[in-house]
């Protein structure tokens, strides 16, 4: 099966679909860099993000992170790339490691999570990062488009840190933010992501002009 992109432009492609079918078609890449459905039933009501956007970005119930994605899978996703990084590793069995990141929401004394856990094969010790992230109280003000979207500076901070970054995979890519830190970072991405109002959103996201959250 000869696979076409969705999205095409410069250093960065799209493709919607199954990263099952289309991971075999793609050479390595130097970093898999990904946060994978694992069954927290995310989802949120009503309109976030503005501008284009924003028409775009309402999150509707949902049954799409109602469990994690198979174990077996994910680990063929990961191993793309000379280097992975696994946000929401803990909820998977992975190979144990020495460098966990840790991104340190500053969410304070409520019912979510102080922390998000990423697995990598990296080398080094844990790390940690801290960014605030707790509902309408983000650093920078950050638009959101996707119940489970992280942070464009925690995933470039991911991204610098591994050994070796010139081309990067996203094979669960959702709103697209992997790609849009590889773009800012001058580097070669690909996305994949099986819903396609996702990939539309992505698309939109890196056709706007690249901001700076300050």
Avoid at 90 to 103: D, G
Avoid at 142 to 153: A, G, I, S, V
Avoid at 176 to 205: F, S
Wanted: proline share 7%; net charge negative.
């Amino acid at each position: 099966m000869n696979i076409k992109p969705y999205y095409n432009e410069g250093d960065i492609t799209i493709y919607h679909g199954d990263c099952l079918e289309i991971m075999p078609q793609l050479e390595p890449v130097d970093l898999v860099l990904t946060d994978p459905p694992y069954g927290i039933g995310a989802y949120r009501t009503g309109t976030m993000g503005g501008g284009v956007l924003a028409k775009q970005s309402s999150y509707e119930p949902t049954q799409w992170d109602n469990k994690p994605i198979d174990n077996d899978i994910l680990l063929q996703a990961l191993s793309g790339g000379e280097y992975a990084c696994c946000f929401g590793g803990n909820y998977y069995l992975i190979a144990p490691s020495s460098c966990w990141l840790v991104w340190d929401k500053e969410t304070g004394d409520n019912n979510f999570a102080d922390c998000e856990l990423a697995w990598t094969n990296y080398p080094g010790a844990v790390r940690l990062k801290k960014h605030k992230w707790q509902g309408m109280l983000r650093k920078h003000k950050e638009p959101r488009f996707h119940p489970t979207q992280n942070p464009l500076d925690v995933i470039k901070w991911a991204m610098q840190l591994s050994p070796k970054y010139n081309t990067i995979l996203d094979p669960f890519m959702g709103s697209g933010t992997t790609l849009i830190a590889a773009k800012e970072l001058g580097r070669k991405a690909i996305g994949i992501e099986i819903e396609e109002k996702y990939c539309e959103i992505a698309v939109d996201r890196l056709r706007q002009e690249v901001f700076q959250w300050n």
